[in-house]
């Protein structure tokens, strides 16, 4: 928010003007983030004026850079209640809702603003943020379009459709707006503008075309956790399961209980033919707690190394586990096919598709035997 300007009255009471000056040194305590200064401020200004509204705006502010949010909104709230219309309490307020993922009550008062300034820029991007924060596209679309005809190069806004494209599986569009951002170079888009970009890459499986967002991300941010996944996904989605493996293996460093870097580790190794190393790491990942996938890769490397009872048993208890992935039963169905048992192979199969869920490589697989 921008800092509240204090205006003295042409024949202010001498209190008035006491009033003013200690509001001004308030907010220069505020902007210099010297918060228990401006609150002492502000609190002589209450006790001279219960409801002064710079002081009431100025308690809220200098509340929520201590991260009390409810307390802020306490006093931007008997701001409004003495001084409806404050541009600068209102703000504070839907701010405060919008902290505690409170979109709905944020929006309510963005738009009461908007009813005294309604080409404010910076709340219209904060109303486009909360309803796609609520799932409702349409609404955040259109304004953020109403701001980018206002702005036609505003970066909230650009990145706002972006983001809301992206949630809802639009990946190409989303690229459209994204790739907006890279007219200065990489170096001076957000880091979260190119891991985005990488993400639609990899949703789209254009791999080759998201490994360069995703390099540029890690040369900024080392240890950055989306782009040593982006970098670990895209060199697996073009099979160079080496070089996924290196960057899994950077993650496990921050993050050596990550149950699903150390699953898909092992996939890699398992595809790679690396049984053991495999094994090591689906263990590992059942160490800290179950998990589905790590499982399922054990049953496999039974399976490729022809232990079809042990892949059996783990296949059937998997799918009590889970009676609605079509690829436990795809797997189980194939071990009885290699144990030589076509009559079970089908009967599995056919146990999948009375569940009623319809899948291509299930009924390709029944056709086949």
């Known amino acids: 928010m921008n800092d509240l300007k204090i205006h003295e009255k042409k024949h202010s009471t001498p209190e008035e003007k006491k009033i003013t000056e200690i509001s001004k040194t308030g907010y220069l305590f505020l902007k210099e983030n010297r918060i228990s200064e401006a609150i002492d401020c502000f609190s002589k200004i209450l006790m001279l004026d219960a409801n002064n509204n710079y002081a009431l705006v100025g308690m809220g502010d200098a509340s929520r850079k201590l991260g009390s949010i409810r307390e802020a909104g306490k006093y931007y709230q008997r701001c409004l209640i003495h001084h ?146 982006g970098l670990a996904d895209c060199y697996r989605g073009i099979n160079q399961l080496e070089n996924a493996i290196k960057y899994c293996s950077r993650i496990l460093e921050l993050d050596p209980r990550n149950k699903m870097i150390l699953t898909r580790t092992g996939d890699a190794y398992r595809n790679m033919n690396f049984f053991d190393k495999a094994k090591e790491f689906y263990e590992k990942a059942l160490n800290v707690e179950f998990d589905i996938y790590a499982v399922l890769g054990l049953a496999l490397i039974s399976k490729a190394q022809e232990k079809y009872d042990e892949a059996v048993n783990s296949l059937k208890r998997l799918i009590q586990h889970d009676g609605m992935n079509y690829r436990f039963y795809a797997e189980l169905s194939d071990c009885y096919l290699k144990m030589g048992d076509r009559l079970k192979a089908v009967e599995i199969l056919e146990d999948f598709q009375k569940t009623g869920i319809k899948n291509k490589k299930i009924t390709e697989m029944l056709e086949s035997i």
């Open 84 to 229: 409806p219309g404050n541009n600068y309490a209102l703000f504070g307020l839907a701010d405060c809702y919008k902290a505690t993922n409170q979109y709905s009550k944020a929006i309510e008062i963005w738009e009461q603003y908007l009813l005294y300034d309604n080409k404010n820029i910076t709340v219209l991007t904060r109303i486009a943020d909360a309803y796609r924060k609520v799932h409702n596209f349409t609404n955040s679309k259109n304004i953020y379009q109403r701001v980018l005809e206002i702005e036609d190069d505003n970066p909230y806004a650009i990145i706002g459709l972006g983001h809301l494209y992206y949630d809802y599986k639009e990946y190409k569009e989303a690229l459209f707006y994204l790739e907006k951002m890279l007219k200065f170079g990489y170096d001076d888009v957000d880091i979260r503008v190119l891991t985005s970009i990488g993400n639609c890459h990899r949703k789209l499986k254009t791999f080759s075309e998201g490994i360069p967002f995703f390099e540029a991300a890690l040369k900024r941010e080392n240890t950055n956790f989306y782009a040593l996944f």
